[in-house]
């Protein structure tokens, strides 16, 4: 009886989480609150009917069959643009599959579900739950002192349930609610329109032409996996010229960005005209909070998140953070430094500066609002912050030099840069970029 009692008061004074999604960054979270579970009892809450989010692959696009829409904007023939050798999170690193660097998306959804079996995260995961509402509960102005209430529904039993919660990790990744640009005109465009979210199958477009909106990750690679099967395809941007793209036995045209279709063409913002069959918008995605209540204070304006500390921590209200917003990072290690900053803070080993400074670091440094969260190289800086603050390990050096070395590389070689394996040395000093028979060291 006595051992009941203090067992329930040391659960009363556990920080109770809410984590949402348990796609890599959620089960990130899961995998440290695990860790901790003398700090923290939690619950992850996923939509789907199992692990990996975005890395889950279907042929379906539209609806899955409880109306909700498809989540997942891999295709058939994806392939990892960056290395598995650098993918990887810190604590769990073997990535394995074949002998490439850039691994199919199946690999990477194998991973996770290792990552979890490895942590024994299931027991701790409501499959099939939609997060329908969350509010913060507000008792004093000090953070700890608040809570957060969360409503959510079984897509199964349509079952609706409440929760209360200190603190809530949004982790619902920002790759599923597409951008698409307004181009005066447009409706009468007879042929096909999608999204890249929508892309599957190059050979549904096999002896079309096919113009691109959009030329970072996703245009490039649907262009080259286009390139099979489609009789010409245009890549139209506003971006500088991508080196060894445009030789003569390319299918692959670059061309400047759409300004209107009129005519039964596409007028380009030079004034030439380009006619297609088909037209994709590789244009991005939204950052979306559906479920979250006015009172959340969070904002979102052309996808800069605001009022962000670190691009993490909800200033209004700290105990809600967001794994996972910056973008041209290398993801999974970054994941791992943001779960560790937040723990840190609600354990309080970390402390927040005062509300002045974490406004000035939130104001929008970038010349457009939609690069807001662009971190690129300086996500190096990024996570040593994190970790000095937070008071735990830095990531191991060779991210930021096979990183580096990658990127100059992917430069270098668009066209072909994923038929090279990033080779580490035994001690991960070095590294090599493998072509077949030829080598190079940096």
Known sequence: ML??????????????????????????????????????????????????????????????????????????????????????????????????????????????????????????????TEVLFITPKIFTNDFLLQNWKVKVKNLISSELKEYIFDAVMICNGHYFDPIIPHISGINNFCGQVLHSHNYRYPENYTDQTVIILGASSSGIDIAFDLSEKSSRIFLSHNMNRLLNLNDDSSKITEVVGIDKFENEKFVLKDGSTVKADILIYCTGYHYKYAFMDKNCKIKVDENYVTPLYKHLINIEHPTMCFIGIPTHVIPFPMF?????????????????????????????????????????????????????????????????????????????????????????????????????QQTSSY
């Open 3 to 128: 051992a009941n009692i203090m067992k329930d008061q040391m659960e009363i004074i556990k920080t109770r989480v809410c984590v949402i999604g348990a796609g890599a960054a959620g089960l990130c979270a899961a995998r440290h609150l695990a860790q901790n579970s003398k700090q923290f009892i939690f619950q992850v809450f996923e939509k789907a009917s199992d692990v990996g989010g975005t890395w889950v692959y279907t042929d379906k696009i539209g609806f899955e069959n409880n109306g909700l829409p498809i989540h997942t904007s891999m295709y058939k023939n994806l392939r990892t643009n960056l290395p598995k050798e650098i993918m990887h999170f810190p604590d769990f690193q073997e990535i394995k599959g074949n002998n490439e660097s850039c691994v199919p998306h199946d690999v990477i959804l194998d991973y996770l579900k290792n990552y979890t079996e490895h942590f024994k995260l299931r027991e701790f995961i409501q499959f099939n």
């Open 336 to 436: 791992h430094m943001q779960v560790q900053y937040f723990l840190s803070l609600l354990k309080g080993k970390a402390q927040l500066p005062n509300m002045s400074k974490m406004l000035d670091d939130s104001k929008l440094k970038s010349f457009k609002k939609n690069h807001a969260h662009k971190l690129g190289f300086d996500q190096w800086a990024y996570n040593d912050y994190l970790a000095k603050a937070g008071g735990f390990e830095n990531l191991p050096a060779f991210y930021k030099l096979g990183f580096k070395i990658w990127s100059e590389h992917r430069k270098r070689n668009i066209d072909h840069y994923k038929h090279f394996n990033l080779v580490p040395s035994d001690d991960y000093e070095l590294f090599r970029i493998v072509d077949n």
